[in-house]
């Protein structure tokens, strides 16, 4: 069964920073990408980072400058790291990765549970 668990959501100070780690494990052929989505009250979910497994990145403007997109192939991780942080950044957080299990043909997309980011005074 594979299965995406997220971490490191919270609360932080504006101008603070955050780190978001997350971990695909189960039986997994290959990951095409992981990446990050982030979903406010009342607003659509939006992507915030992802990362190809080749290394090329892809970043939502609102957060250009502030946030790298890194992951460990090796460990099936991914890291976002978000500095100078706003108020409009508090949304939950979900994992997204595009990956084939072992047992299928195909690739797919699974998500994890989501982490609450907080951005207040």
């Known amino acids: 069964q594979v299965q995406l668990v997220e971490s490191g959501g919270g609360l932080v100070q504006p101008g603070g920073s955050l780190r978001l780690s997350c971990a695909a494990s189960?039986?997994?052929?290959?990951?095409?990408?992981m990446g990050w989505y982030r979903q406010a009250p009342g607003k659509q979910r939006e992507l915030v980072a992802a990362?190809?497994?080749?290394?090329?990145?892809n970043y939502a403007d609102s957060v250009k400058g502030r946030v790298t997109i890194s992951r460990d192939n090796a460990k099936n991780t991914v890291l976002l790291r978000m500095n100078s942080l706003k108020p409009e950044d508090t949304a939950v957080y979900y994992c997204?990765?595009?990956?084939?299990?072992?047992?299928?043909?195909?690739?797919?997309?699974?998500w994890g549970q989501g982490t609450q980011v907080t951005v207040s005074s």
């Open positions: 990362i190809a497994s080749g290394g090329s990145a």
């Open positions: 997204n990765a595009r990956l084939r299990p072992t047992e299928l043909p195909h690739s797919y997309d699974y």
């Open positions: 189960g039986s997994i052929f290959s990951i095409n990408a």
